[in-house]
T-cell receptor, first 115, second 112 residues
Framework: GAGVSQSPSNKVTEKGKDVELRCDPI?????LYWYRQSLGQGLEFLIY????????KSGLPSDRFSAERTGGSVSTLTIQRTQQEDSAVYLC?????????????FGSGTRLTVV | KQEVTQIPAALSVPEGENLVLNCSFT??????LQWFRQDPGKGLTSLLL?????REQTSGRLNASLDKSSGRSTLYIAASQPGDSATYLC???????????FGKGTKLTVNP
């Protein structure tokens, strides 16, 4: 597609439920990144994919968070047993090869609200 | 600890004014630094990318500078317009890492 597509754009869920957030990167972009933006906080790195592998998942805040990427394309971020502190905007970005010098393209994000 | 500080947190200026946004970082081993713009409800748009070996980059009315020795970067916006109103974020990567380390941003309002 023309840009990075994320779905849903908004998600309200009850505490304790599982949620799945989807990212569809630009076609041909081999690198994919997930970030989280909490209210009043800066963007926080979660995980980086190169192809289907995740060489850096150091930003995942707990084992309730997981992500996968299939076919070198679509990625899903799963949060199990959601907590109120998980409420944030989750942003996905992709780039052609990796490394910022090739340029990131960000999606519009998924706003997650845990009630 | 990797930290990026952006000052001021918010800025309101009249249209036509030239302005400077500041970004400071504690990590001296940066690989490159990038300035982004974020509009409400939207993703981030990359504005300028400065490699660690460079001192500045220019695009239209925007000029970004980088001083690694002092841990500072500035984004200069000339002849500001209401359409420039947005939150401006700076972020850097380290050598050997793919992740961007972000500041909290400066919210700019340009009044007509």
């Amino acid at each position: 597609g023309a840009g990075v597509s994320q779905s849903p754009s908004n998600k309200v869920t009850e505490k304790g439920k599982d949620v799945e957030l989807r990212c569809d990167p630009i076609s041909g972009h081999t690198a994919l990144y997930w970030y989280r933006q909490s209210l009043g906080q800066g963007l926080e790195f979660l995980i980086y994919f190169q192809g289907n592998s995740a060489p850096d998942k150091s930003g995942l805040p707990s084992d309730r968070f997981s992500a996968e990427r299939t076919g070198g394309s679509v990625s899903t971020l799963t949060i199990q047993r959601t907590q109120q502190e998980d409420s944030a905007v989750y942003l996905c970005a992709s780039s052609l090869v990796g490394r910022v010098n090739y340029g990131y393209t960000f999606g519009s994000g998924t706003r997650l609200t845990v009630v | 600890k990797q930290e990026v500080t952006q000052i001021p947190a918010a800025l309101s200026v009249p249209e036509g004014e030239n302005l400077v946004l500041n970004c400071s970082f504690t990590d001296s081993a940066i690989y490159n630094l990038q300035w982004f713009r974020q509009d409400p409800g939207k993703g981030l748009t990359s504005l300028l990318l400065i490699q660690s070996s460079q001192r500045e980059q220019t695009s239209g009315r925007l000029n970004a500078s980088l001083d690694k020795s002092s841990g500072r970067s500035t984004l200069y916006i000339a002849a500001s317009q209401p359409g420039d109103s947005a939150t401006y974020l700076c972020a850097y990567t380290q050598g050997g890492s793919e992740k961007l380390v972000f500041g909290k941003g400066t919210k700019l309002t340009v009044n007509p």
